[in-house]
């Protein structure tokens, strides 16, 4: 049962990692050739994790929500894979600046909004 729970979550996930992944390229897709659908989700999902770790320091919520939210919907959300395969492939292409600019940036945003995420909470509790 607790597979089902993952399982959930991770539909819910990887569509809105799709939808956003793929609006946040077609839009910046003429500006700049970084990954930034790939950039934009992780930060996205680092916000998310911040606000549910938060919200489950404070409220009581089963294993398999947690579960469900954490490694199925985040999980498939967000994907270090896709970041190291396209910094990668960054660095295979001779493109080192917008490589490293990838990590800083992926790195730097994704442990900030993290943060943020986990402030706000705390901040709503009071």
Known sequence: MIYLYVMIGGAFGASLRYLISSKVNQILVSKLLFPWGTFAVNIIGSLIIGILMG??????????????????????????????????????????????????????????????GYRIILLIKG
Do not use: H, Q, W
């Open 55 to 116: 919200l489950f320091e404070f409220k009581e919520v089963s294993p398999e929500i947690r579960l469900m939210f954490i490694t199925g919907f985040l999980g498939a959300l967000t994907t270090f894979s896709s970041f190291s395969y396209e910094t990668f492939s960054l660095f295979r292409d001779g493109d080192i600046k917008l490589a490293l600019l990838n990590i800083i940036l992926n790195n730097l945003f994704c442990i900030l909004f993290t943060f943020i």
